[in-house]
């Protein structure tokens, strides 16, 4: 099946600076690319939508400011968390639609950022 | 507004039991429900992806049934092994989109 690779999948960094997490599609395009946060014990939230060429599409409550999307290839989508601090401390995992299975979806194997 | 239901939210079962694993969805006009399995600090991986149109897929020792019109679907794992220990979430699309709703999930111990 379709393959997404997600780095780093763990990172430590201080308060104040920004973190990059990249998910790359390995064996096909993806237009669209999905991006989650998890808390410990908590289900997948949904954080934005990224398509490739254009703006992501942000979930109410989320802060485009604060976490920045680029989808600027077809095999490629970034999150970044500008300005960390321990409250961003958490999972964040991307999905990808996988189109030539079906509609179902896979997923990077995860980000571990913790913000001290 | 789609809202995924697990329950229980963990499980600890002897090996060889089998199980079934319950979930529930209020919004029933979904074009299909998916079951992931996630591992202690790592992503989602698929289990199984039902269609609307289907009532049930199989996978080796899983199995998984949909009943749209009850908003529920249930997972049945044969045999259970240590290795079947995880969490187990599944998600319906948000309304017509490709957005995903997720269940908080089921923490499934398999005890040798």
């Known amino acids: 099946g379709a393959v997404v690779s997600q780095h780093p999948s763990w990172v430590i960094c201080k308060s104040g600076t920004s973190v990059k997490i990249e998910c790359r599609s390995l064996?096909?395009?993806?237009?669209?690319m999905f991006w989650y946060r998890q808390f410990p014990k908590q289900s997948l939230m949904l954080m934005a939508t990224?398509?490739?060429?254009?703006?992501?599409?942000?979930e109410q409550g989320v802060e485009k400011d604060k976490f920045l999307i680029n989808h600027a290839s077809l095999t490629l989508s970034t999150l970044t968390v500008t300005s960390a601090h321990p409250e961003d401390s958490s999972f964040y995992i991307c999905s990808a639609p996988d189109r030539a299975h079906g509609d179902g979806y896979t997923f990077g194997s995860g980000t571990r950022l913790t913000v001290v | 507004k789609q809202e995924v239901t697990q329950i229980p939210a963990a499980l600890s079962v002897p090996e060889g039991e089998n199980l079934v694993l319950n979930c529930s969805f209020t919004?029933?006009?979904?074009?299909?429900l998916q079951w992931f399995r996630q591992d202690p600090g790592k992503g989602l991986t698929s289990l199984l992806l039902i269609q609307s149109s289907q009532r049930e897929q199989t996978s080796g020792r899983l199995n998984a049934s949909l009943d749209k019109s009850s908003g529920r679907s249930t997972l049945y794992i044969a045999a259970s092994q240590p290795g079947d220990s995880a969490t187990y979430l599944c998600?319906?699309?948000?309304?017509?989109?490709?957005?995903?709703?997720f269940g908080k999930g089921m923490k499934l111990t398999v005890n040798p």
């Open positions: 990224s398509n490739e060429g254009s703006k992501a599409t942000y």
């Open positions: 064996d096909f395009q993806a237009t669209t």
């Open positions: 998600a319906v699309p948000q309304g017509g989109s490709e957005k995903l709703v």
């Open positions: 919004d029933s006009a979904i074009y299909n």
